[in-house]
């Protein structure tokens, strides 16, 4: 297995085109990126509908929070149509809505709020977890380059066809949880080439980035992989609130925790940290989670 990854998919994923704009709302296309499965990877219908909104809104303001809804899976070969309804423009804050369609059919709903950045910052959580630098951590391409149990095109988009490189501790889940059945893991990230160190750009980033793992914490509970026989997963609902910035072309730590899972579904939080520990994103996740009876 030898290729270089690059940032490519992602920027593709987050180009626009608006369609129509008039008062009180806006449409906009764009198009599901790459992956080895019919369904479209989630963090690139977020990242999306978040660039749609932020369309909409002016300089003065940046994302942060949202709250969304995935309600059909969405099929790569076909636009998904965002269409933002501005709900508020306040002083210090904006609220925008955003419903994603495809062939006519609703795949995807969000609440986005944007704030005027007020210059203060009077608290953070710093890491206090231990966790190996991601020079310590095998890449994605390096875990696969001497496993015959997986090849192909799955094995390709995982090492270098995300856009990022990404790195676990403990080791990847992408076969099994050999690694162990704890509830929680941490992820090093870095964007395979370089992308606009712009603050839209980054949190883009981060809401694209953030859906590839944040379900593999309650994996790791009940010792599957994603290859494991009978898994079904899926994002059901996500959240994120952006606390400052940061910059995905140098190493971005996300830790993860698995929180609950019971009728099919399980919840995981995680934090995104800058590689000195300072917090700067938190995301919550629920998904759909099921394997065979034991």
Known sequence: MTNTGTARP???SIALTELDRGDGFARFSAQPQYVPWP???????????LAAAAATVGDDRQVHSFHSYFLRPVDIGEPVLHEVRITRDGR????????????????????????VPAGRDIYHEALTRSVRHAAELPSAEEYFRN?????????EYWAWGRSFDIRHDPGP???DASSGKEGHQALWIRAFTD?????LTQQLALAYVCDYTILEPLLRVHGLGWQSDGVTTASLDHSMWFHRPADLNEWVLY???AVSAQDGRGLACGRFYTEDGVLVASVAQEGVIRAPEA
């Open 195 to 199: 992308i606009p160190r712009d603050p």
């Open 92 to 115: 210090g804050f904006s609220t925008r809505s955003v419903v994603g369609t495809q062939a006519g059919k609703e795949v995807f709903t969000a609440t986005v709020s944007f704030a």
């Open 10 to 12: 992602f920027l593709d």
């Open 173 to 175: 889940v992408y076969l």
């Open 39 to 49: 369904k479209a990877y989630g963090g690139d219908t977020v990242a999306q509908a």
């Open 255 to 257: 830790v993860q925790d």
């Open 147 to 155: 496993r015959d149990a997986l090849k192909g095109p799955a094995a």
